[in-house]
């Protein structure tokens, strides 16, 4: 049985806007595509409301509980933070962001404080990429991205920080003797084999600094579990060091220096 033919004024019509259809499909689906600088390693998004740790588990890296749902717009009209504890109480935080335009190749520093509300307006450009560190007195910090902020800006974010380690402990010298009135400083240590780790590490993030005493003994408030690099800001010729997690996570620290303590 011999099929129908196509009627000619049909046939005209598929010839002329089949083309043009399927050129329409792909120039849609090309500007949904994230583009990203070439050579560069491939980062999952992050969605707004949910938080995720970016590869590997740096420390204090976001749980996904830790974001909670939407709260009002800032007052400008531009998207915005909150941050609270667990119990959802607000606190005046701190956020450090690094903000780039090229997938961290270079980076921008910002940081931005919450007012009493624990609110603060997030100022970013849509395309950019970013990294965000939450801190407060008391608390442990956390990390999160990397992520565009174009996929932030859709809602608000609440960032819910937990309890610091606290801890106390001595600086002192391999013979025992103590350093006193000494800054001390304590950086995290990130996973240097991660993405998220290497950009960490290049933001230079601290979680506290003390003073020692008369015998060498300071007192932490606000870390993070985790390893972390004790440096001394006021002796650049000091190298420093790194200290594991277990002496923080047991309350007593002892960072002993293979050098005496200068005569004063």
Same mark, same amino acid.
């Given at each position: 049985?011999?099929?129908?033919?196509?009627?000619?004024?049909?046939?005209?019509?598929?010839?002329?806007?089949?083309?043009?259809?399927?050129?329409?499909?792909?120039?849609?689906?090309?500007?949904?595509?994230?583009?990203?600088?070439?050579?560069?390693?491939?980062?999952?998004?992050?969605?707004?409301?949910?938080?995720?740790?970016?590869?590997?588990?740096?420390?204090?890296?976001?749980?996904?509980?830790?974001?909670?749902?939407?709260?009002?717009?800032?007052?400008?009209?531009?998207?915005?933070?909150?941050? /609270?504890?667990?119990?959802?109480?607000?606190?005046?935080?701190?956020?450090?962001?690094?903000?780039?335009?090229?997938?961290?190749? /270079?980076?921008?520093?910002?940081?931005?404080?919450?007012?009493?509300?624990?609110?603060?307006?997030?100022?970013?450009?849509?395309?950019?990429?970013?990294?965000?560190?939450?801190?407060?007195?008391?608390?442990?910090?956390?990390?999160?991205?990397?992520?565009?902020?174009?996929?932030?800006?859709?809602?608000?974010?609440?960032?819910?920080?937990?309890?610091?380690?606290?801890?106390?402990?001595?600086?002192?010298?391999?013979?025992?003797?103590?350093?006193?009135?000494?800054?001390?400083?304590?950086?995290?240590?990130?996973?240097?084999?991660?993405?998220?780790?290497?950009?960490?590490?290049?933001?230079?993030?601290?979680?506290?600094?003390?003073?020692?005493?008369?015998?060498?003994?300071?007192?932490?408030?606000?870390?993070?579990?985790?390893?972390?690099?004790?440096?001394?800001?006021?002796?650049?010729?000091?190298?420093?060091?790194?200290?594991?997690?277990?002496?923080?996570?047991?309350?007593?620290?002892?960072?002993?220096?293979?050098?005496?303590?200068?005569?004063?």
């Amino acid at each position: 049985m011999a099929c129908p033919s196509m009627p000619k004024n049909a046939m005209r019509a598929l010839l002329v806007f089949g083309p043009l259809a399927l050129l329409l499909l792909l120039w849609i689906r090309s500007r949904n595509d994230l583009r990203r600088p070439a050579g560069l390693p491939d980062q999952p998004a992050h969605r707004s409301g949910a938080s995720t740790p970016a590869s590997g588990e740096a420390p204090g890296a976001a749980d996904p509980t830790d974001a909670g749902r939407p709260g009002p717009p800032a007052p400008d009209g531009r998207p915005s933070a909150q941050i /609270t504890d667990a119990q959802g109480k607000p606190l005046r935080a701190r956020i450090i962001a690094a903000v780039s335009r090229d997938y961290f190749k /270079t980076f921008e520093r910002v940081e931005l404080e919450a007012d009493d509300s624990g609110r603060l307006a997030l100022p970013f450009d849509a395309q950019a990429w970013m990294v965000l560190s939450v801190h407060a007195p008391g608390y442990a910090g956390r990390w999160y991205g990397p992520v565009t902020f174009g996929e932030l800006d859709l809602d608000d974010l609440e960032f819910h920080l937990k309890q610091a380690v606290s801890c106390t402990g001595r600086l002192v010298s391999l013979q025992e003797n103590p350093f006193p009135w000494t800054k001390v400083r304590f950086s995290p240590r990130f996973p240097p084999n991660t993405f998220s780790g290497i950009v960490a590490s290049r933001l230079e993030i601290v979680d506290e600094e003390v003073i020692t005493d008369a015998g060498g003994r300071f007192e932490c408030r606000s870390l993070r579990p985790g390893e972390y690099q004790v440096s001394f800001p006021d002796e650049p010729s000091w190298p420093a060091l790194h200290l594991p997690a277990d002496p923080f996570a047991k309350g007593e620290v002892t960072v002993r220096v293979p050098w005496e303590p200068p005569r004063k």
